[in-house]
């Protein structure tokens, strides 16, 4: 169980285009969907938190004018890149997680990643 | 502020070789401490939950214990495949206006390799 599943794994395009990258969770229902950015041997950038049904919360020095996240439904998460740019191409990842209480935390669930190339 | 520390950063070890990850927290309020294991080019994949100090999870050749303070994962006999990036990430609860929100805090994560 708690399966993510991201589209695409890999997206190389030319410099100006807008890049989407899908996050779905396959079999349970998402309250909460995360956007990280990897850059090589680094750990996991948190970019974005974004609940079912309102805005995405993002984090300190993200632009979200450039990183455009869409949660539209339980299971579907969107990031769009905007006008990217070849300083825009790295490793993006999501994940998502079932409700959150106040007692224990759940665990995120991460899909595959989509590696942004801009040429 | 929530500190979550990983060593060591690399680990070599020979097949067969147990050994211990460990996981070191400063946060106000641990709601969950979670271990997963990243492949190269891959997301991490989820491995273990632990709530509260003395709790242990074991999958195949990996156990998680969980004190006050630290998280160790050990790991018995690894083999080869074993060889990945393991990242440890504590959850806690922010209280804000609108109630709060449960918060992450990853690792940088302990490069595993197993070698032949």
């Known amino acids: 169980g708690a399966v993510v599943s991201q589209h695409p794994s890999r997206v190389i395009c030319k410099s100006g285009t807008s890049v989407k990258i899908e996050c779905r969770s396959l079999d349970f229902q998402a309250t909460t969907m995360f956007w990280y950015r990897q850059f090589p041997k680094q750990s996991l950038m948190l970019m974005a938190t974004s609940n079912e049904g309102s805005k995405a919360t993002y984090e300190q020095g993200v632009e979200k004018d450039k990183f455009l996240i869409n949660h539209a439904s339980l299971t579907l998460s969107t990031l769009t890149v905007t006008s990217a740019h070849p300083e825009d191409s790295s490793f993006y990842i999501c994940?998502?997680?079932?409700?959150?209480?106040?007692?224990?935390?759940?665990?995120?669930?991460f899909g595959d990643g989509t590696r942004l190339s801009i040429l | 502020e929530d500190q979550v520390t990983q060593s060591p950063e690399a680990l070599r070890l020979q097949e067969g070789e147990s050994s211990s990850l460990n996981c070191s927290y400063t946060v106000s309020g641990l709601r969950g401490l979670f271990w997963y294991r990243q492949d190269p080019g891959k997301g991490p994949e989820f491995l273990f939950t632990?709530?509260?100090a003395g709790e242990e999870k074991e999958k195949e050749r990996l156990k998680a214990t969980l004190t006050k303070k630290e998280s160790f994962l050990h790991i018995t006999a690894p083999k080869p495949e074993d060889s990945a990036t393991y990242l440890c990430a504590v959850g806690t609860w922010e209280s804000s206006v609108s109630g709060g929100y449960q918060k992450v805090t990853f690792g940088t994560g302990t490069k595993l390799q197993v070698i032949p």
């Open positions: 994940s998502a997680r079932r409700g959150q209480g106040n007692r224990e935390s759940q665990p995120q669930h």
């Open positions: 632990l709530y509260s």
